[in-house]
Every structure is written in structure tokens, then in C-alpha cells.
């Protein structure tokens, strides 16, 4: 009778754990505060790197995840909060365009540029990212 008892709380319950420790997790993933983005890969180092207040893009400012954070598929960004996320470079190379997909400087120059200038809020000059 124990064994019949601890057999269905198994069968009940371990899904249930599993399932909602999941979620958990997905929800909570570790959002850095800042993220320095380096000039490794390139040639030669024309700029500094640039510190980029990750956490104030998204708590502060209402910004979504998939605005930068994408995965194409058939022309459409399937990518949603929870999914892993890759680091830039893994795509976009730092030296040469690969079929549709952009080199590593124009995707950080066009979203951060074009974001700024439409929220008409941040830099969008050389050296307002790239400090000395």
C-alpha cells in the first residue's frame, strides 16, 4: 500500500516539479547589468569598446528583448524571451557580410543608431559610445 501511495505522488507531483521549475528558470534568467562589447575579431582595433547599460535597455527604457535579440527564420524574428540567447558575433561576422546577414559593426551601428534617432535619446556620434 506505501509503494502504491509513493508511485502515484511520483507520478503526480514529479511532472509537476519539473514543469514549473522550467518556467522558473526561463523567467529568470540572469540579465547583466552592463555588457561590454569589444572590437575582438577585427583586423585592426579602431575603437575602444563600448559599455552597453543592458539591464537599463530593458527595465528602464521599456525596450523589448526581440527588438536586438533575434533568430530568423523565413524572414521573420521567431526568437521570444526565454529562448537562449547567442552572442552577436556567433552570426554576424566581424569582417565580411555572410549571404543576407550583416557584418558584426553595421548590426550594432544600425540598431543602436536607429533606435536612438527615433527615440530621439542617445548616442548616435562616434565617441559618445566609443569613450577614450
Avoid at 25 to 30: I, K, T, V, W
Avoid at 61 to 66: A, F, P, Q, R
Wanted: proline content about 5%; hydrophobic content about 30%.
Amino acid at each position: 500500500m506505501k509503494r502504491l501511495i509513493l508511485l502515484i505522488v511520483i507520478v503526480l507531483f514529479v511532472p509537476v516539479w519539473i514543469l514549473t521549475d522550467v518556467a522558473i528558470s526561463q523567467d529568470n534568467q540572469e540579465i547583466p547589468e552592463d555588457i561590454i562589447i569589444n572590437n575582438s575579431g577585427y583586423r585592426r582595433k579602431v575603437h575602444t569598446g563600448v559599455e552597453f547599460p543592458h539591464l537599463a535597455h530593458s527595465e528602464d527604457y521599456g525596450i523589448e528583448c526581440s527588438e536586438c535579440h533575434h533568430e530568423y527564420k523565413g524572414g521573420k524574428n521567431v526568437w521570444k524571451e526565454g529562448d537562449p540567447v547567442k552572442r552577436c558575433i556567433t552570426c554576424h561576422k566581424p569582417t565580411k557580410r555572410q549571404g543576407k546577414v550583416v557584418r558584426l559593426q553595421f548590426a550594432y551601428h544600425f540598431s543602436c543608431k536607429k533606435c536612438h534617432k527615433e527615440m530621439e535619446s542617445g548616442p548616435v556620434e562616434c565617441k559618445e559610445c566609443h569613450k577614450k
